[in-house]
């Protein structure tokens, strides 16, 4: 009892205060100020390993500023010459692994007078060790077409440069491969790896001792949440020989958990199956955890388990919509339910409400109006959307989906639109990466309505765009009433994704993200034109595209991008995408439906405009901006750099430019050879990036390069540090 008070005392004497704590830290800040700072470093001669991935595993290091324009630098970095010796140390290590046994590193000091630092490194890789032989051993069980396989794609190919790399890669793969055939218990410690160099070349064996081949035995599935209070089975059944036992009150169709299971009971095990079949049970999104288990080997067989813990079946999710997309902050609010398990085979019902509204009026469309002639409009959004997911239990992956929307929206450019649609949708997932979605059935109803202004902005600002005199009473009224009057868009679409994304391969440099749609619109509604609504409506002719006196649009529509981003160092990036558009009426049709146009300026798209005021062509007018054109095309490139972390996640800056413009098809702002070299617009900007769990926050500042909207539309020389364009978004532009 006596012990603890001598222990404490003990503690005491030997532990520093609090303050001799602090004072030993003040010790070694001025310690690390008193040393040398490295001033700059120069890396020659490398070829093999590109000078960021040597600066990365360098301890010492600059601070270096973006391009050496003093841009986002920190304090100087001391020099510590134990700390720069081991830097050189893992240098020749990496030429070791990546093959270059006799590459030399030198390096040179250079002080000044204060005593800081330059350092030369010099890099002559010389010739890299080549395989001259490979031998495999332990495979006389197997079976020569199995080996024919195996051999197929090794890694190791005779005089392909020696790597501790590649032989690594061959190790993983071999495992991969057996374990793929039935050899369940195949490990590391069954591959036996000997490496004889002798100067430039190296032989190589591999002997590997191989265990008894296995099949799957039988197979359980267990569906448990062990956070709930144990309760008997509610259910057990036996479906196409899987065992299933079912705790708890959510239900589940018996077809799901023989359908996701991609092996069978006395066939050879394969690891390719137990992943394909944990992929099966994540694509259906009615577990929150999935995890296979092998059983004790019996007689050569090995029963597995399959434990599943459910997800919740009910989710509420809100979110805050904040942006500015009309200029001024736009904000509002969304709430979603969703049900996952609707009818116990993973159907997913999902309703959603959302309302935004812009916390001011908007008159930066109606500059050429007097405020006399219309009233300050305030833009909102309000949308109801319900959605049914049925997926294919045969069929991992793909599903059927049913979509209900209805929305209405206040435009500054004094419109009102209503919006009701109905869609079918048939989804599937032709490869890993890709993602194929065909639109069988869409039908959308478009209504607009003016506010008061709407027709003096149409004489002084779009009249002209399509061959309308604002002289020509008539002519205009015939436009508005077009304009204004009800239509409808019968579609077909098909749609095209592919990323690399998710892809782990070690070959994988860059982040490919495609997406490719084209559109149809209007045939079906264009054969019951033709062949079943033949009577005449009052206000139509034969030639007008309607249906029982209703309007309708026939356009073909393509749209597609690629965005590439590569990183160069952990915490620095680059990124680039190229957007083609275009689009043309046909059949009875004259124009395009505005709501369904290319429209340029944003955050995601030429950030030094805002949304819907860039183009066509040179056009100087915001408000026929925000009626979209036919063709787009539009080039970005951004640098980024994380420099901290906010709530664990990186943050940083990007710089970035953009590049392009919208063109009309035919008029004054269509498309030709002269309008793309005259008519471009170019930004350049930078942003912040704050981390949070849902993407970073974007806080983009741009500034016009050429505009070609501008009499004089080169602004470089003209630009101010005030003549910026804000843009704010969540998650990364491309």
């Given at each position: ?518 559109e149809e619109s209007g045939g079906l509604l264009w054969l019951i034109d033709k062949y079943i609504d033949t009577s005449n409506h009052t206000g139509f002719t034969d030639s007008d595209p309607q249906i029982f006196g209703t309007s309708y649009n026939q ?180």
């Open positions: 009892m006596q012990a603890w008070p001598v222990a404490l005392l003990f503690l005491l004497l030997v532990m520093p205060s609090p303050l001799q704590a602090e004072n030993d830290d003040a010790a070694r800040e001025e310690q690390l100020a008193s040393l040398p700072a490295v001033k700059s470093i120069s890396i020659k001669g490398n070829k093999v390993l590109s000078t960021e991935e040597i600066r990365e595993i360098m301890s010492t290091s600059t601070r270096d500023s973006f391009l050496g324009t003093g841009l986002f630098s920190g304090a100087p970095r001391p020099f510590k010459p134990e700390d720069f010796k081991k830097d050189i140390t893992l240098i020749k290590k990496l030429y070791t692994f990546k093959g270059y046994f006799f590459a030399d590193v030198d390096t040179t000091l250079v002080r000044n007078k204060r005593g800081d630092v330059k350092i030369d490194i010099r890099i002559k890789e010389n010739q890299p060790t080549r395989i001259d032989s490979i031998r495999y051993s332990g495979l006389e069980s197997v079976s020569e077409e199995l080996q024919k396989r195996y051999f197929r794609r090794s890694r190791l190919k005779p005089q392909r440069i020696f790597s501790v790399e590649t032989l690594i890669e061959e190790r993983d793969r071999s495992l991969d491969f057996f374990r793929d055939y039935g050899y369940t218990f195949f490990n590391p410690d069954s591959i036996h790896i000997t490496v004889d160099t002798l100067g430039l070349n190296a032989g190589i064996h591999f002997a590997m001792s191989l265990p008894e081949r296995n099949a799957y035995g039988p197979t359980k599935v267990i569906v448990n949440d062990p956070l709930k209070q144990k309760k008997p089975a509610t259910r057990t059944f036996v479906r196409d020989n899987v065992s299933v036992t079912v705790y708890g009150d959510q239900k589940f169709s018996p077809d799901i958990f023989p359908a996701a299971i991609a092996w069978e009971q006395g066939k050879l095990t394969s690891q390719s199956l137990e992943q394909r079949t944990l992929e099966n049970f994540g694509t259906t999104n009615l577990f929150s955890s999935i995890s296979v288990e092998r059983d004790t080997l019996q007689a050569g067989t090995i029963p597995m388990t399959v434990r599943l813990e459910p997800a919740p079946k009910h989710l509420i999710e809100p979110k805050l919509l904040v942006d500015n997309r009309y200029g001024a902050l736009f904000i509002g609010g969304a709430i979603a339910y969703e049900n996952r398990n609707l009818f116990g085979a993973g159907q997913q019902f999902r309703i959603s409400t959302n309302y935004g509204s812009q916390l001011s009026a908007s008159t930066s469309y109606l500059s050429n109006l007097t405020s006399d002639q219309y009233d300050k409009v305030i833009p909102y959004e309000f949308s109801v959307k319900t959605n049914l997911v049925i997926p294919k239990i045969d069929r991992h992956g793909s599903y059927y989906s049913g979509t209900l929307e209805y929305s209405q929206s206040q435009l500054p450019i004094l419109l009102k639109s209503r919006r009701e649609l109905i869609r079918g949708t048939y989804s599937s997932q032709p490869t890993k990466n890709s993602r194929l979605n065909f639109d069988f059935f869409e039908l959308e109803i478009v209504s607009k309505d003016s506010l008061r202004g709407f027709e003096q902005l149409f004489k002084t600002d779009l009249a002209e765009r399509i061959n309308i005199d604002p002289t020509d009473a008539v002519a205009v009224n015939r436009s508005l009433d077009s304009l204004l009057q009800t239509r409808l868009n019968q579609t077909f679409r098909v749609q095209y994704n592919y990323s690399n994304r998710h892809d782990a391969s070690y070959r994988k440099k860059a982040t490919w993200n495609l997406s490719v749609i084209a356009y073909l529509k393509l749209d597609t991008q690629v965005a590439i981003t590569k990183d160069l160092s952990p915490d620095r990036q680059i990124a680039a995408r190229l957007a083609l558009g275009w689009m043309t009426p046909y059949g009875k049709a004259d124009d395009t439906p505005e709501d369904h146009r290319f429209y340029a300026g944003g955050s995601n798209s030429m950030r030094g405009w805002l949304f819907g005021t860039l183009g066509p062509g040179s056009c100087q007018s915001d408000a026929t901006s925000n009626f979209g054109a036919d063709i787009k095309t539009e080039l970005g490139f951004e640098y980024r750099m994380k420099l901290f972390k906010l709530f664990g996640q990186p943050s940083g800056i990007t710089l970035f430019t953009d590049a392009g413009n919208i063109w009309d098809r035919k008029g004054p702002y269509a498309l030709t050879l002269r309008s793309i070299g005259r008519d471009f617009a170019w930004d350049w900007g930078a942003g912040l990036r704050l981390g949070s769990p849902i993407g970073p926050f974007r806080f983009d500042f741009a500034w016009k390069i050429h505009d070609p909207s501008n009499p004089r539309p080169w602004r470089i020389s003209h630009t101010q540090l005030s003549d910026f364009t804000f843009n704010f978004g969540i998650g990364e532009a491309f």
